[in-house]
T-cell receptor
Framework: GAGVSQSPSNKVTEKGKDVELRCDPI?????LYWYRQSLGQGLEFLIY????????KSGLPSDRFSAERTGGSVSTLTIQRTQQEDSAVYLC??????????????FGPGTRLTVT | AQSVSQHNHHVILSEAASLELGCNYS??????LFWYVQYPGQHLQLLLK??????LVKGIKGFEAEFIKSKFSFNLRKPSVQWSDTAEYFC?????????????FGTGTRLKVLA
C-alpha cells in the first residue's frame, strides 16, 4: 500500500527565501509528525498534529517555522527567511494515533533542504 | 524534561560479533518503547517495540531488546551481526505527559559491520 510521501525530495534555496515542504501521510492515520535530521544530531522533534490541531509545537526552533494540516491529511511545513543552519533532512511520519501501546510511526523519505 | 540517551554514537563490529546498543530514558510513568533502524538510503523503519507483557521482545532480522524498568533501559541486542546490519539505530520513547503525547528519539547509533 501507499506509504508516507514527501515533496520535494530535494530543495536548494537561497538564504532569506521561504520554502514549503509537503507531507502526505498514510490514509487513515490521524497523527502526523515533523522531525529534522541533521548530521550527528539525530532526530529533532519539531511538531505533531492530531487531526488538524497541533497539541505540541514545542520543537519548532523559531517563529520562522510554522506548519499546518488540512482535512486531517496533508501537512505543510513552512520555513520563512531561510538560514544556512536550516539545512537538514526534514522527515515526516504518521501513525494511527498519537499514543498508545502499538502506535508506531511510519516515516517518509524526507526532504533534503540545502540553504546556500 | 523527558529524554532518551544512546550512549554509543558509533560502533564498528566484525561479522558474527555480538551486538548490544544501550538506550536509557528518563520518564517515570508508563512508556511505550521502540527501536527504529535506517539502512543506508532507506526510510526509517520499525525494528521492534515494547508496550507490555514479556520484557524481552523480538523484532525483525534476529534483533531483540530487553526492557528493564528499574534501570529505565531498553537495550538492543543481536547475537551475531551481519554486514547487512550496517545502519543507524534509533531508540524512541512514547509517553503521555503534560497533557500531550510525547515521542522522543535518541540521537542514534551508527553501526558499521565489517565483512
Amino acid at each position: 500500500g501507499a506509504g508516507v510521501s514527501q515533496s520535494p525530495s530535494n530543495k536548494v534555496t537561497e538564504k532569506g527565501k521561504d520554502v514549503e515542504l509537503r507531507c502526505d501521510p498514510i490514509s487513515g492515520h490521524t497523527a502526523l509528525y515533523w522531525y529534522r535530521q541533521s548530521l550527528g544530531q539525530g532526530l529533532e522533534f519539531l511538531i505533531y498534529f492530531q487531526g488538524n490541531s497541533a497539541p505540541d509545537k514545542s520543537g519548532l526552533p523559531s517563529d520562522r517555522f510554522s506548519a499546518e494540516r488540512t482535512g486531517g491529511s496533508v501537512s505543510t511545513l513552512t520555513i520563512q527567511r531561510t538560514q544556512q543552519e536550516d539545512s537538514a533532512v526534514y522527515l515526516c511520519a504518521s501513525s494511527f494515533a498519537a499514543g498508545g501501546p502499538s502506535y508506531e510511526q511510519y516515516f517518509g523519505p524526507g526532504t533534503r533542504l540545502t540553504v546556500t | 524534561a523527558q529524554s532518551v540517551s544512546q550512549h554509543n554514537h558509533h560502533v564498528i563490529l566484525s561479522e558474527a560479533a555480538s551486538l548490544e546498543l544501550g538506550c536509557n530514558y528518563s520518564y517515570g510513568g508508563t512508556v511505550n518503547l521502540f527501536w527504529y533502524v535506517q539502512y543506508p538510503g532507506q526510510h526509517l523503519q520499525l525494528l521492534l517495540k515494547y508496550f507490555s507483557g514479556d520484557p524481552l521482545v523480538k523484532g525483525i532480522k534476529g534483533f531483540e531488546a530487553e526492557f528493564i524498568k528499574s534501570k529505565f533501559s531498553f537495550n538492543l541486542r543481536k547475537p551475531s551481526v551481519q554486514w547487512s546490519d550496517t545502519a543507524e539505530y534509533f531508540c524512541a520513547v512514547n509517553a503521555y505527559t503534560s497533557g500531550t503525547y510525547k515521542y522522543i528519539f535518541g540521537t542514534g547509533t551508527r553501526l558499521k559491520v565489517l565483512a
